[in-house]
């Protein structure tokens, strides 16, 4: 039937989508609605710079073309349902309800450097990797760009309630839950519309997005002429033992994932950060650190060790710290740079996707 044939759910039609719209796309919209070029730039100010959650705060609009982009593009900012805030360092994880009652998580990291935060890209995650909660229900759906923006925005909104008009995000991670390269096109527009001029304006140096290895996507990100720093998660040194971690290593071996590194190194001069999750007896030997050290020679790229977050539902051992800093003496010894990731929030739902699975299981009991 063709009044069935375009949704009017943005997930399903992007083109309603206003808020994840680029700057010509909205000069496109609002052209259609009869108004000239400049509104087009007065509404994008108002979306992306001044963070606005309805039309009714854009008062240099007519009241009549509100009325008219309201109906035509409702907007759906996203709802906070909890804030989690640890008493150990400050990090302030949330829940976030979407338009479609979904919810996802986010995390707001304090640090000497600014005020990171970490997004999810998609509701669940359908990428199966044994010790991470995001996945332990598969795949909802993937995020539109305007609720992986407006996870940015709500953090940034919080801020400045609590700490006052300077107070804003200056990082942002794709870490949270879901593959981002398996929402490619809306990863790639938030990059685009977070780090636009006339908006928000986050350095793309600011951005990092992590993949659990997808080498397609890894590829067209290095094509992408953007300047923002890509995440492999490895977590193993060689392809048998990653198997047995992430599903996705039956797909893409070391191998091809190291050659579209170094594509990606050669195509933007970003340096590659490898994030390996320690698990004892699985991937955390001598001999493990130096084949992963053997891998990464000659690539500009740097290794971030996080030792394992337990999952309720899972049963991974995390090493002792004494260990951990073998490990990093190891990689080190064989000339790759290497960290051991600061532990944020562990008195709040430490791990990836562990809050949103809390809140689900909190409300099933409930019978919610
Ligand atoms: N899908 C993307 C991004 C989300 S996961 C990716 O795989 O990179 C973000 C990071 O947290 C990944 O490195 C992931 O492997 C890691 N992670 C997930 N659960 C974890 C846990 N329980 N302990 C330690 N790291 C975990």
Known sequence: MVENSISEHPEENPAIDIAGMLPDELRGALETLGEKKYRADQLFAWLHQKEAVSYDEMTNLSKKLRQALAEKYPLAPLRMVREQVSKLDGTRKYL????DGNVIESVLMRYHHGNSV???SQVGCRMGCRFCASTLNGLVRSLLASE???QVYMIDRRLRELEGPDAHVSNVVIMGSGEPMENYDNMVRFI???SCPEGRCISQRNITVSTC????????????????????????PDDEKRKKLMPVANRYSIDEIMEACHYFFRKTGRRVTF?????????????DAEELAGRLHGLNCHVNLIPVNPVRERSFIRPDRTHVLTFQKKLEK?????????????DIDGACGQLRNSYLNDSQESGG
């Open 96 to 99: 976030f309800a979407l338009q």
């Open 118 to 120: 970490c997004i999810s």
């Open 148 to 150: 992986m923006l407006g």
């Open 192 to 194: 685009r519309l977070i």
């Open 213 to 236: 290895g997808i080498v397609p996507g890894i590829r067209r990100f290095a094509d992408e002429e953007l300047s923002a720093t890509l995440a492999i998660s490895l977590h193993a």
């Open 275 to 287: 994030e390996y999750a320690l698990v004892h007896g699985q991937n955390d030997t001598d001999a």
């Open 334 to 346: 064989c000339g790759i740079n290497a960290t051991i990731r600061r532990e944020m929030g562990a």
